[in-house]
């Protein structure tokens, strides 16, 4: 699977839509067909007194809190937004704690636009061996720090793991890719991710959990001392050697 996203094509499809909508007005009955399509799309109504919401507290509702420790030294915090895009944020949830995340890059990032993530193979075409989910648009628009899935080219049905982070507001998104969470605490460090598609140094997740996990943040302090062959041979279940240890 290859996803890609770009703010050209967000317009383009846009403006395709407008096409679409616009070629039944010569027929007899477009009336009809206008407002029986429109009556299809009209998303579900709202509570604008929650759905609007985003909590920026990371001591409520844990387990709706994706934290991303990053290779730049940063920890990012996500609050999950479950009435925008519930299969999505299961999706997320269910990755995270299966470890999915952990070492992936952002192997797409475009300066002023978005940081893209979630290929295990680090390439934009991979993603997880669970189903491809149902598109779940809405109507919260694509804000600084905004997370949203990324998908295969047109297909809408076709978000699987990969996710990316908008940069600055890119309203041409909404409605077109599903929004499921914003960024609450470290937006300095996404800005602080690797530029490129893919970076010469990318930067990378080193952990992904939920805050419910209570899981601390990984060293990214190198361990000092010589590498040995005991070490580099050792059973992944053997406790790592202290750098007192490795000195020896």
Known sequence: ???????????????????????????????AAEAEATETATPAPIDPATYWRVDPSLQTDPDNILLLDLSNGGRVAIRLK???????????????????????????????????????TGTGRGGSELPDLKEE????????GTVSAAREGANEDSANSQFFIVFYPTMQLDMKYTNFGRVIAGMQYVDSISRGQPPANPTRILQASLASQNLAPPSTTPMQGA?????????????APSSEDAGN
């Open 1 to 31: 699977m290859k996803f890609r996203l770009t703010a050209r094509a967000a317009i383009l499809s846009a403006a395709l839509g407008l096409s679409a909508i616009a070629a039944p007005a010569m027929a007899q009955d477009a009336p």
């Open 82 to 120: 479950p009435e925008w895009a519930p299969n999505h944020v299961d999706r997320i949830k269910t990755l995270t704690r299966q470890g999915f995340y952990n070492g992936v890059i952002f192997h797409r990032v475009i300066e002023g636009f978005m940081a893209q993530t979630g290929d295990p």
């Open 137 to 144: 648009f809405n109507r919260v628009p694509h804000l600084r």
């Open 227 to 239: 590498i040995t062959s005991d070490m580099l041979n050792a059973p992944l279940s053997a406790a």
